[in-house]
T-cell receptor, first 116, second 112 residues
């Protein structure tokens, strides 16, 4: 399957700082990427759909000014958590639509964010 | 009604047995169906996808789809302790377009 990388894999920051997470498709071009958040023992929650060259589409209840998404190229999408607070601590996972006929998604390894 | 429903489990099976994981979905127009495996602390990994009624086999895994009943299942033969994980059912297409809707997952525990 297609390979998606994420960086960093783990980040610890102080409350009030901003954190940028990168998501890259390594061996294919991804016009569409997705950002998810997952709290412990809970299901994946789609935050936003990131489309190359256009504004991201956010799910209901997700603050677009807090979670900034940029998809500037066909292989890179970034999620910036602005003014992070302890309640933003979570596992953030990106995925890319591999362009297959059946819209299968391939996930990055995830980024564990801890806000102190 | 949730769009994609799974029994949260845990489902416990002995090593070597067949594990049967079930999923129902509400959007009758859904077209593609996926099974992901997620180990604790890791991101989901695509195991299989199926798009037409019937069975699809890949190694020890068999996906089954019944669109009339809006039901998709995953069978794991000769279950191994390494299969212990959360299995996520996901559907795509229908009114959601290419957005994939995930179930909450079923925890599987394979006892050695």
């Amino acid at each position: 399957g297609a390979v998606v990388s994420q960086h960093p894999s783990r980040v610890i920051c102080k409350s009030g700082t901003s954190v940028k997470i990168e998501c890259r498709s390594l061996d294919f071009q991804a016009t569409t990427m997705f950002w998810y958040r997952q709290f412990p023992k809970q299901s994946l929650m789609l935050m936003a759909t990131s489309n190359e060259g256009s504004k991201a589409t956010y799910e209901q209840g997700v603050e677009k000014d807090k979670f900034l998404i940029n998809h500037a190229s066909l292989t890179l999408s970034t999620l910036t958590v602005t003014s992070a607070h302890p309640e933003d601590s979570s596992f953030y996972i990106c995925s890319a639509w591999g362009g297959g006929s059946y819209n299968e998604q391939f996930f990055g390894p995830g980024t564990r964010l801890t806000v102190l | 009604q949730k769009e994609v429903e799974q029994n949260s489990g845990p489902l416990s099976v002995p090593e070597g047995a067949i594990a049967s994981l079930n999923c129902t979905y509400s959007d009758r127009g859904s077209q593609s169906f996926f099974w992901y495996r997620q180990y604790s602390g890791k991101s989901p990994e695509l195991i299989m996808f199926i798009y037409s009624n019937g069975d699809k086999e890949d190694g020890r895994f068999t996906a089954q789809l019944n669109k009339a009943s809006q039901y998709v299942s995953l069978l794991i033969r000769d279950s191994q302790p390494s299969d212990s994980a959360t299995y996520l059912c996901a559907v795509n297409g229908g009114t959601g377009g290419f957005k994939t809707i995930f179930g909450a997952g079923t925890r599987l525990f394979v006892k050695a």
